[in-house]
């Protein structure tokens, strides 16, 4: 579906003082650089609490969607056409691009836990036309690894000033006209700080410490990804540093600002125009910074050194924008339908899955942190969480070696989907939640079913093992919903 | 086939002790494809019936059940140790008695040594009088042979009965040349100063009073001292009197091990070899292993700590996944994990939190966060894991992973690696070894390239997995 | 059947016909502290030649009268090969801000320093040199040290170069087996530094962290809370279920009933369960 035409509903509310006219066949080009005041007047529908809670929204679906797409893009690499020579450097990217996901995926908390703070709800969304307004610096597209995508994920990540000679280069092959290029998630998260540090705007009064045991902290969901073990080798691949995933859990104005400052500024490199670091002999100066901008460049520049014919043989033939819905072929379609049977069905688990994930995360958020600090069933949502984040990887693992479409006529693979649910609204009352866990278990229990039944090899050990698992989990949810309602944590919301 | 070599497999044999006449008999832990998360079943398997009195193995037979214990007493796991020869530069096989003769030999030119020890005692008293040993003469025959630990300080008359072994004869069912070894029957015996039936008062603790306690330096009364970097590591750990942690009620048990040795007179030419047997305590959650073993030391002491490429497989990565997800499972987590309160109750616990604060002084804080770590919340995370693994996706758990050198790190992130809340032999933080480490980090590093294999048909279950 | 006689690893785990899993060195412990089975560290302690090490410690315990070494009895060797046998204690002290910083504790350890389990620490040595003659670099204390001794650069160290053991036996065509060596260790010392009795262990160690082996928490469901609860396996009874967190607590085995009665009182676990 092209989206061209249309607009997110965020737009109205940022643009209505705008000078800037909104040009659809154009999207890339409509940066707009506010040149006076944007707390100037207030805002159109909004007032400046609701307007922080909306940009903080927009922050939400950005880094989701940037999360997703890197996923995607890491899990294509590989394949059996990958040159030998190349495997351990594109291993290694693998390695880097999923630890700049999971530092996403630390910003997406952090952000969640300012909508908390604020006494606003969560947002999981992902909407399509995101890329529609301002901040947004690409329309999301799930596309293989290859220069362009790298191109454009450099990009998404640039600093403000960046003047590099491959910048030139690698806005070219993002297809950003270079005037106009500016980092508008660096600009989200500026705008955001400032708002929130205008107490004029903003009393004291609507920064809610009491939200705190709601929030997701480092020590439940950081995973040991932590600050301090930077310089640390990831194990799997050597000379590959471990992430470092910021969750920050808020109390007041003055912890708000400080975490999204440290989230912008992951994003971007601090000193606007450094070079790409080069990574001979593999070791990075110590004082380096790791932006997300410099260690993409990095990979963009080992790519690029690639002979011309090899750069397109570092990921897998994966279809862009793969999807499980009928799309009659067309010129200008840009999604790739999954027509091959067996592909579309582990398409449609890995979007069950990927609800799973999010519904757990969800919930957890409803959920206090016990006040006597004792385990809750909370632990074992946000152990599920993860255990979902694990099942997204291994089906996406099965997705990239199927063909897209049942006649094999294209050459393309089949690729994680990432298709959103028809919705993420939890059900108000504790019990329904659990409920809804167990409708989602029992569409997984049928899916993987008619999976297993034509299933072989690791496939078939894999479906086996998630049967397993999802029964266990269901019988643990029969239970605590059998026994009592002391099973429906008093206070939950 | 001319035997040019013999070997006595497997070369490190665990007894397990028990009181039952009735050694316990084979069985399999196997994972059941169709319920890969699920405790390893436990199957009932091919098993020997001997004859104590002749020797020979009289009926070979799959039990119905598998029994851990009969009558209240737990059966003692009695190895069988075979005799193999080396036929050809590269090739092992049984030896038999057909094999024997073709080579113009029989059973009877077969002998066995068996010694063992328990050394205990003089572990920590460093006495030598106090070694308790037993060294059997050559066995040729296939009677039953007790195997006594005698000891210097023991009263006259007195041993320690540490088992018996038995060279189990060769009949035209069952040619081959083995050994059994039961170990023993898991009884406490004492010390005492008077000679024991002087009108001793009864410790209703023990099967018999062995010990001379009446000399210098005795066990009876030892006292490891706290300041002595020679005592065991952790000590005291010893019966004690019930006023006094250090002081030695004087008790003894009947583990021991030692070396087995098997000889073939070939004409003059005698061909021997080894193997290693010892007697522990039962294996009380048989259809669970241990995340890290005396194979796994032994691995890596004999190929050191880095694997090969061709060695990457992924099923002994899952193994190990396997292993830790067994032991966590019979593990009360939050109350490893040092939760300041569990279910109410105020916990001191020892554990792994306490230990840390005991021995450096590191502040006694919770590992993780005590929100997560019910057993039943954390074992559904390492059947994710587990789950994903056998879907043939690379292991991503190299990162968190406890490296042997970071053992020292008592940081919230350096306590969070895996394996935690566990102990290792270092008495810090567990690591696995170097060698389990590396074969993670490569296996890890695999299948990205790799196109899907074409299954075979039939194959429903990928590999041979779930034996220990 | 055959055996490939290169294959060592199939010849340790051989699992000769009638014997339950049980008996092989897989299902043996080996974090040992001091070990269930086996107390393995001490396969390690005559690791050099001439020298006999603490299996827990890097401190000399004995010497070979004949050796030219004998005077580094009770001295501490610190590297071997460059690679040091302790670590840094590094963590938040008791009391203190919550900022890591080197733990040490007098007099014991004034260096705040930890000796690593020889069978990791030497584990690339062994591989490099274990039965060669090529004599390894290694550093002791300069002095006899009873307690943990850390490597500060200023400290006087004695070097010598020792011979590194095979723990292994070799054939007589010199090629090596993988059975224990009898010169290694002797028969009694893989069980010596165990608890005397075993069951002592039971009830003070409060051994975890070999679950496996020896459960710690049984019977386990999902309770009224959505959590867990159990019994412990020392539990005399089984009902109510409770967990008791007090090792002292008369509801568990004890010490007499470990000794006396522990066959009929320590129960077999099968898929988390009492087995019948």
Redesign the interface.
Known sequence: MSASGQLSSYSRHLRWLSVSIPQPSRPTARATVPAQDPFAFPPSETNWHDHAVMLLHIAAEIEHALMVEYLFAAYT????Q?PPQH??L??RW?EVI?GVAKEEMGHLITVQNVLTLLGAPINLRRTDYSWTIDFYPFRFTLERLAPDTLATFVCAESPAKWTHASATLIRRLAKVEARHVVNRVGILYGRLVKLLARRDLLPDSVFDASTKPYQA?F??WG????S??RGQQ????ARTL?PEVLIYAVDSRESAVNALSEVGEQGEAVDSDLPVHTTSGGRRAPDEEDSHFVRFSTIFRQLYQLPPRHRQLVARPVGPNPSTAYQPESAESDSTWISHKEARMWSHLFNLRYRMLLVNLSHAYRLP??A?????????L???T???M??L???A??LV??PADAGRRSGLLAGPPFEMPYTLDLPDREKERWLLHQDLLEAARNLVARLQANA???????L???A??DQ??GQ?ID??LA??S??IPVGAT | MRILELRLLPTLAVGRLGGSPSPMDNYEAVVDPAHPLEHRQLIPAETFEVNTRTGEIVRVFVPTKVRFTVKNLVRPVAPFLEVWARTSPTTLVPLTTGLLRSNKLSATDVSWRVHVANLKLTRRTGEDNDRIEAETSDITDHSRRELRGTCINFWKGKYLPLGWVQYIKPTKDFPEIRLRFTPGKGLVYGSSRRRPGSGLRRDPNLADVLYNGRHANSWLGHSDKNSDPLTTVPSPIYAHTPSDRQNSRGYIDDECDGIVEVSLNAGGNVLSAQARIGAGPPHYAPDSFPVRTVADELEQALYGPVISRSEADPDKVEEIVRRAFETVRLMNTAVLNGNVEVKGQLNLSSNMVAQDNLDTNRSSDPVMDPALVDNLALLNLHQNVLTALRSGTAPWITDVLRNYDEVGDLTDVGRRKMPALMRGADGRHLALTRRQIDLIRKVGQGPIFSERPRPKKGNRVSRKRGRP | MKIEAKNLTAQLLHRARGNPPSTLANSAISNCFPGLEFDFRNIWRRLFVGIELHEADNIVVAVDPRSPYKSLLHHRLLKVADQPTIVPVVGPLDGGTGRAVRLTSPPDNPDGVWTLEWSNAMAAIVHKYAGRKTRVRCEFTARKAMNAVGLKTDTKRKVVYLRVRSIFAKNSGGATIPVIDSEAVLPGELTQSLCSPWQNDYRECLCYYWASSRPDYVNVELDDDGVSTGNNWLSLKREPKEYFLNAGSPALITYAGLFREWQSRLRFIIGGRDAD
């Open positions: 690499l590989g394949g059996p990958v495997q351990m594109v291993r693998q999923l902290t020590d439940v995973r040991g990804y932590r301090g073990q990831a194990g799997n691949v471990l942190d016990p006597d600090q004792g385990p809750t069933a909370k632990g074992s946000v152990n599920r993860f255990g979902e694990y099942n990887r291994a089906i693992g099965q070696q199927l072989r090899g690791e496939a078939a050990d894999y086996n093992a998630l397993n698992s266990i989990a643990q239970r605590m026994t009592s002391r099973a």
